[in-house]
C-alpha cells in the first residue's frame, strides 16, 4: 500500500540516521504532514530548545495523500521551533519535492544536531547520506538546485534547499524547492541554516500502490472538475493569486503605507492583468490542474531578462501597496529577489513597510537607515533594502531580526508601528473591517497568518444556506448562531475554528488549500477528504475521524505554543486595529475598526468552543478526550 | 475577492455564474454587455472597469474612475 | 480520419498528473518511472515537454521539442518500458490534462502522412 513510508531521525552531530516505522495507530490519530509533524515537534523537543541551536528539530514531511490521486498531492510540510516568534515554526511549501521523499521511501524527516560542516542530505530509494556542501554554501537557491542536479547526475531529483538569507540565519529565512516555491513563514530557512545544512536531496523509484486504482481514478477526475467548475479556480488558472488584489483594493482591504491606509490609490499598476506582458505560460505543483503559478521573465530594469516565477497576492502586498509602490516591476524584482536569496516575501516586506513609517514619521532618520532614503513608494530603496536584508548588510542586518528584535534594538517607541502577532507580521491585508478575519490572524499558531484559519468566504456576505451547508454539522457538530454579514461578531468564532481544522486537515493531507473551502465554498472538504483517503489508501476514516486527527493536532501545537510560554495576551491584535479607524475605502470598508469588547468576547467563545479554558490552555478534558493528556504524548 | 461563488440563494447555471459580476459596492448581481471593458451596476450604480478571463467570463478588475 | 494525441508543450505545466494517471492506470500504482507519458522539464522560460512512449506519427508535436524527446526515448529504450496504446482509445493522460497540453482528438489522414 502507498503508507509504508518511514520515519528517518538523522543527528547531524553524530551523522546517525535511525529508520523507524510510522505504525498505522498514528497515522489514523495524526494523519501525516503537518499532522504528524505537530506530535514530532511535540515530542522531539525540550521546552526552551534554542531555535537556532542543535537542540532545535526540523521535520520535513509528505502528507497522507502525498503523491496520491488527490488532485494536488505536492504539498510538503516543514515545522520545528521559529527562530522568528519561539512558538511554532510551521510552512507548508508547494512543488514536487514531497512526492519525490515518498517515492524514496520516506513519509517524514527528523533532523536534529548540527553538522560540523555545510552538509547536504542526499536521500536516495530508503538510503540516507550526510554528504559535503561546502562547495554550495554562499550558493543562491537557483545555482544550488543546479549544482546538485549535475553533481548527481539526474534532472529529475528534487531539492529544498536555502539560499544566503537562510545561512546568514536571517530570522525568516526560507526553504526552497524549484523557482519559487517557499516554505516561507516563522523562519525555516534560517533553523536549516543554524544545522549548516544547505540542502536535502531526493529521488526514488518506489512506487505507490493504490488500494482502488480505478475508483480512485474516476473519483479524481470528478473533483478535479467539481474544482474548476468554479469561477475561482479558473481565474486562478489564469491569474494565479494575484487576481485577488484588484477587488480588495478597490474595496479598502489592503493595507497601504504599512498601516496608514487601507488603499493603495492609483495602484491599478499592481493589477494582476499587468502580468500578460511578462507571462511565458503557467506552472504548477504536483498533480495540480489549478496551475496558480505565473512563469514569467522580468522585462524592465535591473533584472530585466531574468526568468522568475510567481509572484504571489502576498508579494502585490509586501513590495507593492505596504511600501507605497506602484510599478509591477518593483514586485516582480523583489519577488525574484527574496526567492533567489531564500526570504518570506511577507516578512520582508513588512520589516521595510514598518521602516518607512518610522522614517516618515522622524522616529529614525537617514543616519538609521545608512543613507537610504525610506520614503514610501521609492521603488529604488525598497529593492536596495531586500538585498541588504539578505545580505544582513547595515540596516538590514537588524531589519534581519524580524520585527520584534529589531523593534528591541530601534526603540523610540518603534513597537507601536509593528504590525505584527506573536512576533510575526501580517499579510498585507487589513482587518478592522472583518471581524473574523481578525480572530483568525490573531489565533494562528503561528503567529499573524491569513492562511491558518481564514474564513476567506466569510467576505462575500453568502446566502445562509450556504454557510448552513458549510459550517453546521460538517462534520462536526455545531448549534451555535451563524450570520452572513462580515462586520457581525456573532458565529465568527466557530467559522475560524472550522477553517483552522480543514486547513490542519488539509496540511496533513498534504493537499492544496486552494483546492478545499478557502477561497470559495464549493470546493472539498472533510466528505471528501475521507473518500480520497479511502479510496487512495484503503484507510477507513470517517470525515469526523478526520476532523478529530485535525482538532489533535491543532491542539499539540496550542500546547507546544504554552510550553513555550504563550498566554491570552499573546492572541491578541496589534493595538492599532482597536484605536485607528480604516481611513479609506467603499462604505463597508472605510471608518472601521475592532471593537475590543466584542472581540475579547468573540476570543472568549473560540475558547470556549476549543474546550480551552479562559486563558486559552487546552483543558485536562479535551486532551483526555483526545487521547493526548499525558506528557510526554507518546514517542515515536 | 468576492468571488461569484453561490452569492445568489438562486441556483444559477455555471454560463450565468460566468456571465454576471457582484457589484463591489453594493453586493448586487448584473451581466455586463458582451466584452465591454468596464459597466456600470444597475442596482446602485457605481462604475467598474472589467476582465474578462475568455470570451463568456468576466470579473471585476476595479474602479472604473469617471473623467 | 484518425485519432491522435496532440501534444502542446506551451500549454504544459508540468504538473506531472499524466504521469500519474498512466502509471496507476496501467499499473495500479503511482511511479513515473512506469508511465508511458513523461514529462521533460526543459528549465526557465523554456518550460516541459510531454513524451510520449510511442513511436509511429499518432503522436503529434507542437512547440519546440529540442533534445529533450531523445533524452526520454533513451530512458524509455533503457528501461524497457512497454509504449503507450493510448488506453485502447480513452487516453487517460489526456483526460486527465486540463491545461490543453494533450488533446486526443481525429484528424484527417493527411496530416499524420
Ligand atoms: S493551486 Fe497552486 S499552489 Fe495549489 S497545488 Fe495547484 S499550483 Fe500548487
Ligand atoms: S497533465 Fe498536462 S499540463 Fe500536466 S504535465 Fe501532463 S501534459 Fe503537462
Ligand atoms: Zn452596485
Same mark, same amino acid.
Given at each position: 500500500m502507498a503508507l509504508n513510508g518511514k520515519l528517518a531521525v538523522i543527528d547531524l552531530s553524530d551523522r546517525s540516521v535511525s529508520i523507524k516505522e510510522i505504525p498505522m495507530s498514528v497515522r489514523k490519530r495524526f494523519l501525516g504532514g503537518r499532522g504528524l509533524d505537530a506530535y514530532l515537534l511535540y515530542n522531539y523537543t525540550l521546552p526552551g530548545s534554542d531555535p537556532l541551536g542543535p537542540s532545535n528539530v526540523m521535520i520535513v514531511s509528505c502528507g497522507l495523500l502525498g503523491g496520491l490521486l488527490a488532485s494536488s498531492s505536492g504539498r510538503c510540510h516543514i515545522m520545528a521551533r521559529s527562530p522568528l516568534t519561539g512558538f511554532v515554526g510551521s510552512s507548508n511549501i508547494g512543488g514536487y519535492f514531497a512526492p519525490e521523499l515518498r517515492f524514496a521511501g520516506f513519509d517524514h524527516l527528523v533532523i536534529r544536531g548540527r553538522a560540523a560542516i555545510p552538509s547536504y542530505l542526499w536521500i536516495n530509494d530508503g538510503r540516507i547520506e550526510i554528504r559535503d556542501a561546502a562547495h554550495l554554501w554562499g550558493k543562491d537557491v537557483f545555482e544550488t538546485q543546479a549544482a546538485l542536479e549535475q553533481e548527481l547526475t539526474d534532472r529529475a531529483v528534487q531539492t529544498l534547499c536555502i539560499g544566503p538569507a537562510g545561512e546568514k540565519l536571517v530570522r525568516f529565512a526560507t526553504v526552497m524547492t524549484g523557482f519559487k516555491n517557499a516554505a516561507g513563514r516563522t523562519g525555516l530557512g534560517a533553523v536549516m541554516g543554524s544545522k549548516n545544512l544547505k540542502a536535502i536531496v531526493a529521488r526514488g523509484s518506489g512506487s505507490l500502490d493504490i488500494a482502488h486504482p480505478e475508483a480512485a481514478l474516476e473519483y479524481n477526475r470528478s473533483i478535479n472538475e467539481r474544482i474548476l467548475a468554479t469561477k475561482i479556480a479558473g481565474t486562478m488558472q489564469k491569474?494565479?493569486?494575484?487576481? $485577488?488584489y484588484g477587488g480588495t483594493n478597490a474595496i479598502g482591504f489592503v493595507r497601504t503605507n504599512n498601516f496608514l491606509s487601507n488603499q493603495l490609490e492609483d495602484g491599478e499598476g499592481l493589477e494582476a492583468e499587468n502580468m500578460e506582458d511578462v507571462s511565458v505560460g503557467h506552472g504548477a505543483c504536483f498533480g495540480c490542474q489549478v496551475h496558480c503559478r505565473h512563469r514569467y521573465v522580468i522585462? /524592465?530594469? #535591473?533584472? #530585466?531578462g531574468t526568468y522568475a516565477e510567481g509572484p504571489e497576492y502576498s508579494s502585490q502586498g509586501a513590495f507593492g501597496s505596504m511600501v507605497g509602490c506602484r510599478d509591477l516591476n518593483t514586485v516582480l524584482a523583489c519577488n525574484h529577489l527574496v526567492n533567489r536569496d531564500g526570504m518570506d516575501t511577507l516578512e520582508t516586506g513588512n520589516m521595510i513597510a514598518w521602516a518607512m513609517e518610522l522614517f516618515e514619521k522622524g522616529i529614525i532618520t537617514l543616519a538609521d537607515t545608512d543613507g $537610504?532614503?525610506?520614503?514610501?513608494?521609492n521603488d529604488e530603496a525598497v529593492i536596495e533594502m531586500v538585498r541588504r536584508i539578505a545580505g544582513r548588510v547595515g540596516f538590514g542586518h537588524i531589519l534581519a531580526e524580524g520585527p520584534l528584535r529589531a523593534a528591541g534594538v530601534v526603540g523610540?517607541?518603534? /513597537?507601536?508601528?509593528l504590525i505584527q502577532i506573536k512576533g510575526m507580521s501580517n499579510l498585507h491585508s487589513d482587518e478592522r473591517p472583518t471581524p473574523a478575519l481578525a480572530l483568525g490572524i490573531a489565533t494562528s499558531s503561528r503567529g499573524a497568518?491569513?492562511?491558518?484559519?481564514?474564513?476567506? $468566504?466569510?467576505?462575500?456576505?453568502?446566502?445562509l444556506p450556504t454557510l448552513e451547508r458549510v459550517y453546521r454539522d460538517n462534520p462536526a457538530p455545531y448549534a451555535g448562531p451563524l450570520v452572513n454579514r462580515f462586520d457581525s461578531y456573532e458565529g465568527k468564532a466557530w467559522m475560524v475554528l472550522w477553517q483552522e481544522h480543514n486547513y490542519m486537515a488539509v496540511d496533513a493531507l498534504g493537499v492544496c488549500k486552494f483546492h478545499t473551502i478557502f477561497m470559495s465554498p464549493n470546493l472539498p472538504s472533510f466528505t471528501e477528504f475521507s473518500r480520497m483517503v479511502e479510496l487512495n489508501t484503503g484507510l477507513c476514516l470517517t470525515p469526523l475521524q478526520i476532523w478529530d486527527a485535525a482538532n489533535r493536532s491543532y491542539t499539540l501545537e496550542r500546547m507546544f505554543n504554552i510550553r513555550e510560554g504563550l498566554t491570552r495576551a499573546h492572541d491578541m491584535l496589534p493595538e492599532r486595529y482597536f484605536t485607528v479607524p480604516t481611513p479609506a475605502g467603499l462604505p463597508m470598508a472605510k471608518g472601521k475598526s475592532i471593537d475590543r469588547d466584542r472581540f475579547e468576547g468573540m476570543l472568549d467563545e473560540y475558547y470556549g468552543l476549543h474546550e480551552w479554558d479562559a486563558s486559552g490552555t487546552p483543558t485536562p478534558q479535551l486532551l483526555e478526550r483526545l487521547g493526548i493528556g499525558w506528557e510526554p504524548t507518546d514517542v515515536l | 475577492m468576492l468571488g461569484e461563488e453561490d452569492t445568489q440563494p438562486k441556483e444559477r447555471s455555471r454560463e450565468e455564474r460566468d456571465a454576471e459580476v457582484r457589484c463591489l459596492g453594493c453586493l448586487g448581481h448584473f451581466r455586463p454587455p458582451s466584452g465591454a471593458d468596464h459597466a456600470d451596476c444597475p442596482h446602485c450604480g457605481a462604475s467598474w472597469r472589467l476582465t474578462w478571463l475568455d470570451a463568456h467570463s468576466v470579473k471585476i478588475r476595479g474602479p472604473w474612475k469617471k473623467s | 480520419m484518425t485519432e491522435v494525441l496532440r501534444i502542446d508543450a506551451k500549454s504544459c505545466t508540468g504538473c506531472r498528473l499524466c504521469e500519474i494517471v498512466c502509471s496507476v492506470k496501467k499499473t495500479g500504482s503511482v511511479n513515473s518511472a512506469r508511465s508511458r507519458i513523461r514529462v521533460v522539464r526543459l528549465g526557465g522560460s523554456s518550460g516541459y515537454l510531454p513524451v510520449v512512449h510511442r513511436r509511429d506519427l499518432a503522436v503529434i508535436m507542437a512547440g519546440d521539442i529540442g533534445p529533450g524527446r531523445a533524452t526520454m526515448f533513451e530512458e524509455y529504450r533503457r528501461t524497457g518500458l512497454a509504449q503507450c496504446d493510448f488506453c485502447g482509445g480513452d487516453p487517460a493522460c489526456a483526460k486527465a490534462c486540463?491545461?490543453?497540453?494533450?488533446r486526443y482528438e481525429r484528424c484527417a489522414q493527411e496530416e499524420v502522412g
Open positions: 491569474w494565479g493569486t494575484m487576481f $485577488i522585462k /524592465e530594469g #535591473a533584472y #530585466a $537610504i532614503d525610506l520614503r514610501f513608494g523610540r517607541g518603534s /513597537e507601536d508601528y497568518d491569513h492562511i491558518r484559519s481564514r474564513p476567506g $468566504i466569510d467576505v462575500y456576505n453568502l446566502p | - | 486540463q491545461a490543453h497540453a494533450l
